[in-house]
């Protein structure tokens, strides 16, 4: 990876490409660091950050030298209302997951005795009702 550096700006980060300017085959110069720093060329370093379970990406601190672009993400705490979202969304679609599981034929099975249904179903669809309304309880 490298990055193209123009007045102390980064206009360009990826692989190198092919046509740049007048110059045809740009990306056979790869490896060829001090050719490529005279056009402004430079290696372009990634430092990644691990991101926790309270934590979120935020942005990334660049650096230019003469031999080198790095950048390095950074990270940081999430706010009380972003994992309360975080919170919700989770609740909400183990909701969404346990309401389809309830199908025509689970209702079905739920019935009294004298409807069709079973014991075993009744217990099965109450369980379910009863993970549901966890799940509920957890939405701010």
Same mark, same amino acid.
């Given at each position: 990876?490298?990055?193209?550096?123009?007045?102390?700006?980064?206009?360009?980060? !990826?692989?190198?490409?092919? =046509?740049?300017?007048?110059?045809?085959?740009? =990306?056979?110069?790869?490896?060829?660091?001090?050719?490529?720093?005279?056009?402004?060329?430079?290696?372009?370093?990634?430092?990644?950050?691990?991101?926790?379970? *309270?934590?979120?990406? *935020? !942005?990334?601190?660049?650096?230019?030298?003469?031999?080198?672009?790095?950048?390095?993400?950074?990270?940081?705490?999430?706010?009380?209302?972003?994992?309360?979202?975080?919170?919700?969304?989770?609740?909400?679609?183990?909701?969404?997951?346990?309401?389809?599981?309830?199908?025509?034929?689970?209702?079905?099975?739920?019935?009294?005795?004298?409807?069709?249904?079973?014991?075993?179903?009744?217990?099965?669809?109450?369980?379910?009702?009863?993970?549901?309304?966890?799940?509920?309880?957890?939405?701010?």
């Amino acid at each position: 990876m490298y990055a193209h550096v123009e007045d102390g700006v980064i206009t360009y980060r !990826g692989p190198l490409p092919k =046509n740049w300017r007048n110059i045809s085959g740009l =990306n056979l110069s790869e490896g060829d660091d001090d050719f490529l720093k005279t056009l402004g060329w430079l290696p372009y370093v990634e430092v990644s950050v691990e991101i926790g379970t *309270d934590e979120l990406p *935020d !942005g990334e601190d660049t650096v230019i030298t003469e031999t080198k672009v790095t950048a390095t993400a950074k990270k940081r705490a999430m706010t009380d209302d972003e994992k309360t979202d975080r919170t919700n969304t989770q609740a909400l679609n183990e909701i969404l997951r346990l309401e389809e599981l309830e199908t025509p034929q689970r209702y079905a099975e739920a019935l009294p005795d004298d409807s069709g249904g079973s014991a075993d179903g009744r217990a099965w669809f109450k369980d379910n009702r009863a993970k549901i309304a966890v799940e509920r309880a957890k939405i701010v």
